[in-house]
Structures are given as C-alpha cells and as structure tokens.
C-alpha cells in the first residue's frame, strides 16, 4: 500500500520563491512529502502534467455574510461564498466580524462563528471595532486577541462605523498591548463629507460622482494620517485596499523609515476604472467601491508598487450586493437616488486569483512566484497562518490549486458561484484558470464542479508570531499605551 491518500503527478510545483517539478504526496489533511516517483500504490493519482500546482489562494479581506444595524446581511452566505473560493481557487479566508455601536464583542464573535461553521472554507476573523468603549479597550480586545484573532479593523469614514483620532489612537495601544494588526480602511470623513455635500448641492448625483467625491488626494492624506498615528503609538498596521500610486507611496515613505505598515490593493483597481461608473441610468452603480476606482495611469503604478514590494497582498474585499433585486442589494434604496445612497462593494471571490494572473504573470508584469506570494504566502505570513497555510510543503495543511497557464476564460457570473446576481467582470477575458482545487485533502472543485459539503469548514486561530511585534521605537521614547487606555 501508498503511504498516501493522493498523489499529484508531474506538475510543476510553485511556492513563493521556487520552481521545482515533482509529485505531491499527501496524508490525510496534510502534505506528507514532496519528491519524485513517489509511491502511488492504493493512492488515488492525480495527473498535473502541464499544471502548475500553488498553494491554495488566502484572501484575507473578504465581506461574507456580514450583519447590517437593521438585522440583514451581506448577501452571500458563507456556504455560497465557500463555493465561490473554491471555484476560483482559494482556500482560506480572513473575513469580518463586525461590531456595532454599544455592543460587546464576545456575543458577536460568538454569531459569526455560527454563521462561519455552515460553509466550507476555512476561516479566520478580522474584528471591526466601531465604538470603542472603555469595556471594549480593557476587557474585550485582550480576550478576542487571546481567542484567536489577532487583527482588528478600523475605519477611518463612513458615518455609521467610522472611529475618530482619538478612537484610533485608543485601539491601536490596545492592539499593541494585546499583540495584535490593526487594518485600516484609510480615507478621510469629514473630506468626503464636504466634497459630498458640494457635489449634491451642485445637482451631480449619478453613480460617477461617486469617485469625484472620494479623489485620490483624500486617501492620500488618510494614508498618512494612519501611518503617522499607528507610528506614534509604535503599532503595527496594515492599510487595506490601496486604490492606487500616491497613497502607495505613502506607505513606501514609511516603509523606508523603518516603519511596520503594509499595503493591500484588489483587482478592482487593477482592472476596472472610474469611468466605468459613468455608465447609462443605474449600470455605473454595478462598480460603486470605496476606494473608487481610478485611471487606468494608476493601474499602472499600483503595479510599479506591486513590483517594488510596497503592495505585497491582493484581496478580493467581496462585498455581495445583487444588482438586479428590487429593493435589496444596489437597489435598497431604489434606483432614482443619488450615488451617496448606492451600497459600497463589488463581489470577486471568484475572480480575484485568474484576474491577478492574467494581468500580472499572463502579461509579464509579474512572475508566478509573485503571484503566489501576492495571493496566498504574503497573506498567511502577515496575518500568523504560515506555515500552515500558503505553500506547499511537507507539514503544511493540504490546500492546492492545480492550475491551467494557457487557458482563456471569458469571465461570466455563471462561473462565479456567489448568490450575486452579477459580477463587475462580466466579459473579461482572462488567461489562466484553476482547473483543480484541493482542501485539506479534501477535493472541493475539479473543472468548475464544487462539491465540498457545507459544514465542513474550520477557525483558523492565530497565535502570537514576530512579523507584527512592534519595533519599541517610540518619539522621545515614551510608551503611551502602557499608561493611556
């Protein structure tokens, strides 16, 4: 008999950094060994030749059935959002819990968990925290941190979610006392808020004013104030969803100074533009995200970032609004409404691994070891799932995707398999696929089929780990957050 449970067959195996041919063996939910002609007796075999065989996509920002103040949710459950990483080749997610105003976090943690445990995918958390109270900083933050999920997000906009400076500053000594990242969705309130009002009084409403309310140079300069904050407390961040150039090097500038802040763009700013939400009637709201979408010039330079090594992940931010449901979704509050009433997000789970390599490895921006860096180890190394998850190796978890170069796809929503009813990348036609998808042993998709079975899935608990310890460098050397809470 095979020491193994399967073995994949003459592929081509990428990590992070190498390039090697050989087979995969595999035992129970883990890799077992790596080499040549390993021993396939008893073993189901599978063939990867003319297959590259990557560590399984780790989309660490992804809005999956995410609670709103009135009792709804993000549209995609977690069991239709499991289908959709698995068709697109990710096996590993880090979504949200999110915190409203008055609540404790134990309660909430406690509902996602349930909602999480019905799909497939395995799953970490990012806690939001909007209203940060005295229980939340002194009680609450150290025991979720201690449970297992080590990062928290904050938003520096929007009116029902958004913390001030002072509220920053708050949850970043607190992070830094509990040892934990702090993500940040860095654009500036009360900017917004007056380019918004002047764009309305002006009688420009249609879903294109939406980027012109939220210009480049206001996420620039939340950028900064995120880093310099995060900076002056000595706490480790991450500045989610990078729209483009100017604030990317922002974060460069900090980087060069020593400063541990990361940089995280998606493929809607590597492929979609401002000017595709200048579309007829109600279409342009199909791309309404926050950030908006830029120019294609900025596309550009995101992927001089990309290359530089100052946007090191690419994550979806799925965020599931139907378009074409009345009353829900895009359409919540009708069509015949200004942008500032259109919901924020597009859904990408699927999409976001064949877009980022064909337009990064496919058009010779990147190599395949950058993508699978970008896509899979950056994410589990930055946020403590490595090496567990995000390469193939004997004692990493079983999560692979078996992955077609050459094959062009025209993206539809068909392929997706999200419960949207639409996608923003209908028609683009991309080269390379995930043909095979493998979890923990388990194969979950196999040529656009997913049959994982709901229930399956698994938390992924994140211990203390170096990469987001804090430097100790502090101005004058005075630790505030051992005396400010």
């Known amino acids: 008999m095979s020491d193994f449970d399967r073995v994949i067959r003459g592929g081509l195996i990428v990590t992070g950094n190498d390039l090697v041919r050989a087979d995969v063996g595999i035992r129970g939910e883990t890799i077992a060994a790596i080499g040549l002609d390993l021993p396939t007796t008893g073993a189901a075999i599978t063939d990867a030749g003319g297959l590259l065989v990557m560590p399984g996509g780790i989309d660490t920002h992804c809005h999956i059935e995410q609670l709103e103040p009135d009792g709804s949710s993000y549209e995609d459950s977690f069991a239709h959002a499991s289908a959709a990483c698995f068709a697109g080749g990710t096996t590993s997610i880090i979504t949200f819990a999110a915190q409203f105003k008055g609540q404790?976090?134990?309660?909430?943690?406690?509902?996602?968990?349930?909602?999480?445990?019905?799909?497939?995918?395995?799953?970490?958390?990012?806690?939001?925290?909007?209203?940060?109270?005295?229980?939340?900083?002194?009680?609450?933050?150290?025991?979720?941190?201690?449970?297992?999920?080590?990062?928290?997000?904050?938003?520096?906009?929007?009116?029902?979610?958004?913390?001030?400076?002072?509220?920053?500053?708050?949850?970043?000594?607190?992070?830094?006392?509990?040892?934990a990242l702090v993500a940040v969705h860095a654009e500036n309130y009360d900017a917004i808020a007056w380019m918004t009002e002047a764009l309305l009084k002006a009688g420009m409403t249609a879903p294109k004013y939406h980027a012109w309310g939220r210009p480049t140079v206001i996420e620039r300069e939340a950028t900064h104030r995120a880093i310099a904050l995060a900076e002056l407390i000595d706490q480790p961040i991450q500045i989610f969803h990078v729209s483009g150039p100017e604030p990317a090097a922002e974060i460069a500038r900090a980087q060069a100074r020593g400063v541990k802040v990361w940089g995280e763009t998606c493929p809607q700013y590597l492929v979609l533009e401002a000017a595709d939400m200048d579309r007829p009637g109600f279409e342009g709201a199909k791309f309404?995200?926050?950030?908006?979408?830029?120019?294609?010039?900025?596309?550009?330079?995101?992927?001089?970032?990309?290359?530089?090594?100052?946007?090191?992940?690419v994550s979806s931010d799925h965020?599931?609004?139907?378009?074409g449901k009345e009353g829900v979704g895009k359409r919540r509050n009708g069509t015949d409404v200004p942008f500032t009433r259109i919901p924020n997000g597009v859904p990408g789970l699927a999409a976001r691994l064949p877009i980022v390599f064909s337009e990064g490895v496919s058009k010779g921006r990147i190599d395949v070891q950058s993508f699978v860096r970008l896509t899979s180890t950056n994410p589990a190394?930055?946020?403590?799932?490595?090496?567990?998850?995000?390469?193939?190796?004997?004692?990493?978890?079983?999560?692979?995707?078996?992955?077609?170069?050459?094959?062009?796809?025209?993206?539809?929503?068909?392929?997706?398999?999200?419960?949207?009813?639409?996608?923003?990348?209908?028609?683009?036609?991309?080269?390379?696929?995930?043909?095979?998808?493998?979890?923990?042993?388990?194969?979950?998709?196999?040529?656009?089929?997913?049959?994982?079975?709901?229930?399956?899935?698994?938390?992924?608990?994140?211990?203390?780990?170096?990469?987001?310890?804090?430097?100790?460098?502090?101005?004058?050397?005075?630790?505030?957050?051992?005396?400010?809470?």
């Open 104 to 179: 404790r976090l134990g309660p909430v943690v406690a509902e996602y968990h349930r909602r999480a445990a019905r799909g497939m995918v395995d799953y970490s958390f990012h806690q939001i925290i909007n209203d940060p109270f005295d229980a939340i900083i002194e009680q609450d933050i150290p025991e979720v941190v201690g449970a297992g999920i080590r990062s928290l997000k904050v938003f520096l906009t929007y009116d029902d979610v958004r913390v001030d400076d002072r509220q920053y500053l708050r949850v970043l000594a607190a992070a830094r006392r509990s040892g």
């Open 288 to 313: 309404i995200c926050s950030p908006a979408p830029r120019t294609k010039a900025e596309s550009e330079g995101l992927w001089e970032a990309i290359r530089a090594g100052t946007i090191d992940i």
């Open 319 to 323: 965020s599931g609004h139907s378009f």
């Open 381 to 485: 190394k930055l946020f403590g799932l490595y090496p567990r998850k995000g390469t193939v190796a004997p004692g990493a978890d079983a999560d692979l995707v078996l992955w077609d170069p050459a094959k062009r796809v025209t993206i539809t929503n068909g392929l997706m398999q999200h419960a949207i009813d639409y996608t923003p990348y209908e028609g683009l036609e991309v080269v390379g696929w995930p043909v095979m998808t493998i979890a923990r042993g388990r194969l979950v998709m196999r040529d656009d089929v997913v049959t994982a079975e709901p229930g399956s899935a698994r938390f992924l608990a994140r211990g203390p780990y170096d990469m987001i310890k804090p430097r100790g460098v502090f101005p004058n050397g005075f630790d505030t957050s051992r005396v400010m809470t």
